[in-house]
């Protein structure tokens, strides 16, 4: 019996042509090796499983297996054959388990050959894909109804655009739609008009942009016909990906553009809820976007250095992370983002990189993301969340030592101690009283209490009321300074042109010398009271040049009174070389010249430093230089107009003497005997030595 049976299966062979003497069925004998060898039935025959079924080869034989959507009208699948059965149409809609996974309670299943396909209800649609659950079409989202007033007029194109291409495939709009490549082409070509002019200065505008472009992205993904795209214009660069299946994807995604890569997963992208048949994945580069986005830093919380917030900006170019889940909020595995910076910066003490996200109010944060890796050319961030992100680049001030502290203390010091002796000089040394010394008086006056104000709370930045009173008071007397200084230079010009007659009354000297820095003030206050006080110090604003009111007037008092030396000088070389020089007068106003030129370029210099000092960002040499010219100011006017001054060295010797004179007095009145005569003795001495001295 056995032997009967191979001879039956041996002559089947025969008849299919597989038969060689001395080999087994599904082998040939090989003429050159004189072996047996493996028959491939499934490449010399191809269809030998018959439609819609595949042939796999194995030694000595093949078997047969029904494509996805098919299946054998046998149970028994083992040796399926071309002479077994063939495979036929497997109607899911019926032999589903639940019918409604298929396509969604909105859908009726409609079975085809291989497959079956969802008909949806009008508000739904399947992207027209076979296997796709109808999936609810919002077209609301894309309704300029919903949107703020004040967004770009390009951007309500886009809208209109979208929510007319959302009514088509949803059934309750017009049937002609535009498959998912030319609708993200014709958004791409909108997106770059929208950016073509250069930087948007309004923050929502900014946000309704990224916001409808991640809708619009969400919507055309599924309708793409390729699994991965990538385009690319002047504005934007994008790379998406998509998934279709039954059944949710899984693996690794990886995108990247010129600016930024993007590393997560397909479980991340596709979330938790209920599958909708499709997953969709996009990274999206704005090439000139981060001008407009270069403020609104409030949210950033980064860390503070001596009591002083850094300033920001933006580092890199803005990208946006689309992905199909519908909870982005609340990741389950966070997302890494790789960004390049704008430019290559070497590590700093006081330079860091912030990983941030733009809020649909209009401003950066940093809650939910932060600095994985950075180094002079890139920065990893980890957000668990998803957005439109960047990286900002924080300017730490830097720290003040405690070096500079003291130079500043005692520089200031020096400097109070000096205008106070020049004050008191100036106000009790009759030799000298005169206009020139009612200008150097109140010019002392003005310095003083501006280095004391200056002193005391230039740092004081908190509360915010008091920080701008204290500016507005610097404000002020330094005015005052330079104006006295201004007066000061006309006076000397007078003193050369007009010889007789060239004081000036007090009155219109404090009407000039307080007036006019009082009138800038109150104009400047009245314009712009928030530019007095900043974050950082109690001075002017350095925004919109509002700093520019106080070095508008200094510049111009140091212009005019350059003049009026140059006019004096040239006067004063005339009267030199004239046949009756009064040689006495002329020395002392050439004295008075120099002394106010020297004041003149001390002052000039301080604010010259003082300009970078009141920037965000100063070097760290300036506060030194302005601390070292603050103090020298006062030591100047003291050692020039003071010390160098034959009648106040002279008072000052008279001064010192009477006081030698009175402890030598109150000396010889202890040493006596005769306790009441000496002192009666020694308090008329004394009358007789100051009538002398006056």
């Given at each position: 019996?056995?032997?009967?049976?191979?001879?039956?299966?041996?002559?089947?062979?025969?008849?299919?042509g597989?038969?060689?003497?001395?080999?087994?069925?599904?082998?040939?004998?090989?003429?050159?090796?004189?072996?047996?060898?493996?028959?491939?039935?499934?490449?010399?025959?191809?269809?030998?499983?018959?439609?819609?079924?595949?042939?796999?080869?194995?030694?000595?034989?093949y078997?047969?297996?029904?494509?996805?959507?098919?299946?054998?009208?046998?149970?028994?699948?083992?040796?399926?054959?071309?002479?077994?059965?063939?495979?036929?149409?497997?109607n899911?809609?019926?032999?589903?388990?639940?019918?409604?996974?298929?396509?969604?309670?909105?859908?009726?299943?409609?079975?085809?050959?291989?497959?079956?396909?969802?008909?949806?209800?009008?508000?739904?649609?399947?992207?027209?894909?076979?296997?796709?659950?109808?999936?609810?079409?919002?077209?609301?989202?894309?309704s300029?109804?919903?949107?703020?007033?004040?967004?770009?007029?390009?951007?309500?194109?886009?809208?209109?655009?979208?929510?007319?291409?959302?009514?088509?495939?949803?059934?309750?709009?017009?049937?002609?739609?535009?498959?998912?490549d030319?609708?993200?082409?014709?958004?791409?070509?909108?997106?770059?008009?929208?950016?073509?002019?250069?930087?948007?200065?309004?923050?929502?505008?900014?946000?309704?942009?990224?916001?409808?472009?991640?809708?619009?992205i969400?919507?055309?993904?599924?309708?793409?016909?390729?699994?991965?795209?990538?385009?690319?214009?002047?504005?934007?660069?994008?790379?998406?990906?998509?998934?279709?299946?039954?059944?949710?994807?899984?693996?690794?995604?990886?995108?990247?553009?010129?600016?930024?890569?993007?590393?997560?997963?397909?479980?991340?992208?596709?979330?938790?809820?209920?599958?909708?048949g499709?997953?969709?994945?996009?990274?999206?580069?704005?090439?000139?976007?981060?001008?407009?986005?270069?403020?609104?830093f409030?949210?950033?919380?980064?860390?503070?250095?001596?009591g002083?917030?850094?300033?920001?900006?933006?580092?890199?170019?803005?990208?946006?992370?689309?992905?199909?889940?519908?909870?982005?909020?609340?990741?389950?595995?966070?997302?890494?983002?790789?960004?390049?910076?704008?430019?290559d910066?070497?590590?700093l003490?006081?330079?860091?990189?912030?990983?941030?996200?733009?809020?649909?109010?209009?401003?950066?944060?940093?809650?939910?993301?932060?600095?994985?890796?950075?180094?002079?050319?890139?920065?990893?961030?980890?957000?668990?969340?998803?957005?439109?992100?960047?990286?900002?680049?924080?300017?730490?001030?830097?720290?003040?030592?405690?070096?500079?502290?003291?130079?500043?203390?005692?520089?200031?010091?020096?400097?109070?101690?000096?205008?106070?002796?020049?004050?008191?000089?100036?106000?009790?040394?009759?030799?000298?009283?005169?206009?020139?010394?009612?200008?150097?008086?109140?010019?002392?006056?003005?310095?003083?209490?501006?280095?004391?104000i200056?002193?005391?709370?230039?740092?004081?930045?908190?509360?915010?009321?008091?920080?701008?009173?204290?500016?507005?008071?610097?404000?002020?007397?330094?005015?005052?300074?330079?104006?006295?200084?201004?007066?000061?230079?006309?006076?000397?010009?007078?003193?050369?042109?007009?010889?007789?007659?060239?004081?000036?009354?007090?009155?219109?000297?404090?009407?000039?010398?307080?007036?006019?820095?009082?009138?800038?003030?109150?104009?400047?206050?009245?314009?712009?009271?928030?530019?007095?006080?900043?974050?950082?110090?109690?001075?002017?604003?350095?925004?919109?040049?509002?700093?520019?009111?106080?070095?508008?007037?200094?510049?111009?008092?140091?212009?005019?009174?350059?003049?009026?030396?140059?006019?004096?000088?040239?006067?004063?070389?005339?009267?030199?070389?004239?046949?009756?020089?009064?040689?006495?007068?002329?020395?002392?106003?050439?004295?008075?010249?120099?002394?106010?030129?020297?004041?003149?370029?001390?002052?000039?210099?301080?604010?010259?430093?003082?300009?970078?000092?009141?920037?965000?960002?100063?070097?760290v040499?300036?506060?030194?230089?302005f601390?070292i010219?603050?103090?020298?100011q006062?030591a100047?006017?003291?050692?020039?107009?003071?010390?160098?001054?034959?009648?106040?060295?002279?008072?000052?010797?008279?001064?010192?003497?009477?006081?030698?004179?009175s402890?030598?007095?109150?000396?010889?009145?202890?040493?006596?005997?005769?306790?009441?005569?000496?002192?009666?003795?020694?308090?008329?001495?004394g009358?007789?030595?100051?009538?002398?001295?006056?």
């Open positions: 019996m056995g032997f009967g049976k191979e001879l039956l299966l041996l002559g089947l062979a025969c008849a299919l597989n038969c060689v003497l001395g080999c087994e069925i599904g082998f040939s004998q090989n003429t050159t090796i004189k072996n047996c060898t493996d028959i491939n039935e499934c490449s010399e025959n191809p269809s030998v499983c018959g439609n819609h079924s595949r042939c796999f080869n194995t030694i000595g034989s078997y047969c297996q029904c494509q996805h959507g098919f299946r054998l009208p046998q149970r028994d699948k083992v040796n399926f054959t071309a002479t077994t059965g063939r495979c036929q149409d497997l899911e809609c019926t032999e589903s388990k639940n019918k409604e996974e298929l396509c969604g309670p909105n859908g009726e299943c409609k079975n085809i050959i291989g497959s079956y396909w969802c008909n949806c209800s009008n508000g739904y649609t399947n992207y027209s894909v076979e296997k796709t659950p109808c999936s609810k079409l919002d077209c609301d989202n894309f300029a109804g919903k949107k703020p007033k004040q967004f770009l007029g390009g951007l309500a194109n886009i809208m209109s655009m979208m929510r007319n291409s959302c009514l088509a495939l949803s059934g309750t709009g017009s049937k002609v739609k535009l498959d998912g030319a609708l993200l082409e014709k958004l791409f070509t909108e997106t770059d008009a929208i950016l073509s002019p250069g930087t948007l200065n309004i923050d929502a505008s900014v946000s309704e942009l990224l916001t409808t472009m991640e809708e619009s969400l919507f055309i993904g599924p309708q793409l016909k390729n699994k991965h795209i990538k385009m690319e214009n002047n504005r934007i660069d994008a790379q998406i990906a998509v998934q279709r299946g039954t059944t949710r994807p899984t693996g690794e995604i990886r995108l990247s553009s010129e600016y930024a890569y993007l590393d997560t997963d397909w479980a991340t992208a596709a979330g938790t809820g209920k599958y909708s499709f997953a969709v994945a996009a990274l999206l580069s704005y090439k000139n976007l981060e001008s407009s986005v270069n403020r609104s409030e949210m950033v919380k980064g860390s503070e250095e001596n002083a917030e850094p300033s920001y900006q933006v580092f890199s170019k803005v990208v946006s992370v689309v992905v199909s889940n519908p909870s982005t909020q609340t990741l389950s595995r966070s997302v890494n983002i790789t960004f390049r910076h704008l430019e910066i070497e590590v003490p006081n330079v860091s990189y912030i990983c941030a996200y733009w809020t649909e109010t209009g401003a950066w944060s940093t809650d939910g993301c932060s600095k994985r890796d950075s180094n002079a050319s890139h920065t990893i961030c980890t957000c668990n969340h998803l957005s439109s992100f960047a990286v900002l680049m924080a300017l730490h001030p830097i720290k003040h030592t405690y070096g500079l502290e003291l130079v500043t203390k005692i520089g200031l010091t020096i400097s109070l101690l000096c205008l106070t002796l020049c004050i008191l000089t100036f106000k009790f040394c009759r030799s000298i009283q005169g206009t020139r010394t009612t200008i150097h008086l109140h010019l002392c006056i003005c310095l003083f209490i501006a280095d004391l200056f002193l005391a709370g230039i740092s004081k930045t908190e509360p915010v009321g008091g920080c701008r009173f204290v500016a507005a008071m610097l404000h002020f007397f330094f005015l005052a300074v330079f104006t006295w200084m201004l007066l000061e230079g006309v006076q000397l010009y007078r003193m050369v042109v007009l010889v007789f007659n060239a004081t000036m009354r007090p009155l219109y000297l404090y009407a000039v010398g307080y007036g006019t820095p009082l009138f800038i003030v109150s104009i400047s206050a009245c314009a712009r009271p928030n530019g007095y006080g900043t974050k950082e110090h109690c001075w002017l604003s350095t925004d919109d040049g509002f700093v520019w009111s106080f070095f508008g007037p200094v510049c111009l008092v140091i212009f005019v009174n350059v003049f009026f030396f140059i006019i004096t000088v040239w006067k004063l070389a005339q009267k030199f070389a004239s046949l009756n020089p009064d040689l006495s007068n002329l020395h002392k106003i050439k004295a008075f010249t120099v002394t106010a030129v020297a004041q003149m370029c001390i002052l000039g210099l301080m604010w010259v430093s003082g300009v970078f000092l009141f920037q965000e960002d100063p070097p040499a300036v506060p030194y230089i601390t010219f603050n103090s020298l006062g100047l006017v003291f050692i020039m107009h003071c010390l160098l001054s034959k009648q106040v060295r002279e008072e000052y010797a008279n001064f010192l003497s009477c006081i030698c004179t402890q030598k007095k109150r000396y010889s009145d202890l040493s006596t005997t005769n306790p009441s005569s000496s002192q009666s003795q020694g308090s008329k001495s009358q007789q030595t100051g009538e002398s001295q006056i």
